[in-house]
């Protein structure tokens, strides 16, 4: 059965970390790139990170260069979102997505973990 669990996120002060997981089944884990998408509020969903199948390329919003780190553990089936340096304007609902590229999202998706970065 095909499925992503995310966990890690919370509720953080603005310059403070998180560090998100998203544990796919083994049958999507390498179907193709995987990448963290987020919605804040009345806002559209939109691509965070993403990372390719092998885990050489990676792609970034504006908004989270060098400040977000996403990774990819194959031993584990496991993707991860590192955050840093946290703003308020990062909370949202953040999404694992698997099976697309590294600019678009695929069919597979997560149930959502809340951040919430306070100031």
């Known amino acids: 059965q095909e499925r992503l669990v995310e966990s890690g996120g919370g509720l953080v002060q603005a310059g403070g970390s998180l560090r998100l997981s998203c544990a796919a089944s083994?049958?999507?884990?390498?179907?193709?790139?995987m990448g963290w998408y987020r919605q804040a509020p009345g806002k559209q969903r939109e691509l965070v990170a993403a990372?390719?199948?092998?885990?050489?390329?990676?792609n970034y919003a504006d908004s989270v260069k060098d400040r977000f780190t996403i990774s990819r553990d194959t031993t584990r089936n496991t993707v991860y979102l590192q955050m840093n340096s946290l703003k308020p304007e990062d909370t949202a609902v953040y999404y694992c997505?698997?099976?697309?590229?590294?600019?678009?999202?695929?069919?597979?998706w997560g149930q959502g973990t809340q951040v919430t970065v306070s100031s």
């Open positions: 083994r049958s999507i884990f390498s179907i193709n790139a």
């Open positions: 997505n698997a099976g697309g590229g590294l600019n678009y999202y695929g069919v597979y």
């Open positions: 990372i390719s199948r092998g885990g050489g390329r990676t």
